[in-house]
């Protein structure tokens, strides 16, 4: 069979890309056309979508969708550049030759992105251990990961299963005047930015998305793609939050997250903001809180613990990555090592 390569996001919306996206087993909203959007609009991120196109027939046998992030512009920039795939490829059921279909998809990702970023790395969603043959066979490297994912089946489920701590902290802070509701205005979200921009400056340490990609991820919020995000309120005002992309009937994935909390003890924003994302899942039948991400099997992740008391089971999918340039590498990594990005793919 001959497949060609198309890597218009117009052209692979009209062959089907969305349809393939949401018959999928595997198909999640970050290999959507809306995270295309998302990335398109997003300052110092530039998406790139493959796509295989069975000839004769002109049927879409497989999407891929990355998007290469840069931390600045100009020639620092290009240190810090890398591409990232999450929860790809997908490929269409009942091909003859699967392999074969993944290995073109793959290729055409690393020519597209090979002079423009460091490393490529793929972050799992699913066990990917019977394709890792083909991803060896283009310099992918395999890397452990936690997960915690929660199910969000029933409220029975979610209430056996989260820590008695957890529960109490969250009818405490609903006690004390704590409010959890969905953004409603640029404003707000603009609040709720600049809590994680100082959280991720002074405590996380890593790279935070500009302005630009949350302005744009609410935008398509309220268009009713996407995702939501939810706010933790006291008094009028905003003190946490959290970022969710929404694969519907699938997933809700906890993105981006934080709270006020040594500012506001009382109300443990932190905790009720996860907690939001949990009883979002809950009210709109999605089976599944997906936290994306606890840290290195072995190695202390301050997080890993706060998460754990939510009742999830830990998988660990892990990750492929690429270096595409060696000695670009070594030069990011023990040169500029941009807030730790390369130690950690």
Not at 107 to 134: C, G, H, W, Y
Not at 197 to 209: A, G, N, S
Not at 300 to 328: H, P, T
Request: aromatic content about 12%; some cysteine.
């Amino acid at each position: 069979m001959n497949y060609s390569v198309v890597t218009d996001a117009h052209q692979l919306i009209q062959l089907g890309w969305n349809e393939l996206v949401d018959s999928h087993p595997s198909g999640t909203v970050f290999q959507s056309p809306d995270m295309y959007e998302l990335f398109s609009h997003t300052v110092r991120m530039q998406p790139v979508v493959v796509g295989a196109v069975e000839e004769g027939s002109g049927k879409l046998s497989g999407i891929l969708l990355g998007v290469t992030i840069r931390e600045m512009n100009g020639l620092l920039g290009r240190f810090s550049a890398r591409t990232v795939v999450y929860g790809g490829p997908l490929l269409a059921p009942g091909l003859e030759n699967p392999g074969e279909v993944e290995a073109l998809l793959l290729s055409a990702l690393i020519r597209e992105v090979q002079e423009t970023s460091v490393f490529i790395q793929f972050r799992n969603f699913r066990d990917m251990a019977p394709e890792e043959q083909v991803f060896e066979k283009y310099g992918f490297r395999f890397r452990e990961r936690l997960n915690y994912l929660v199910d969000t089946s029933s409220r029975e489920q979610v209430n056996s299963r989260m820590g008695r701590e957890k529960q109490r902290q969250v009818k405490k802070a609903l006690q004390n005047g704590t409010e959890v509701m969905a953004a409603s205005t640029e404003g707000e979200v603009l609040e709720l930015y600049r809590i994680l921009h100082d959280l991720y400056r002074h405590k996380v340490k890593k790279p935070l998305p500009d302005w630009s990609f949350f302005r744009e991820f609410f935008r398509l919020s309220q268009l009713g793609r996407l995702g939501t995000i939810q706010l933790v309120k006291q008094h009028g005002q905003v003190i946490g939050g959290i970022v969710c992309p929404i694969t519907p009937g699938k997933a809700i994935y906890e993105w981006y997250v934080c709270g006020l909390d040594q500012e506001h003890r009382e109300a443990y924003p932190s905790v009720v903001a996860t907690w939001a994302g949990i009883q979002y899942a809950l009210g709109h039948g999605i089976p599944s809180f997906d936290f994306m991400g606890v840290g290195i099997p072995g190695r202390d992740y301050g997080v890993r613990n706060f998460k754990s008391r939510f009742g999830g089971d830990m998988v660990n999918y892990g990750r492929y990555a690429r270096v595409n340039g060696k000695g670009m590498y070594v030069i990011a990594e023990t040169g500029y090592n941009l807030l730790a990005v390369f130690k950690r793919i």
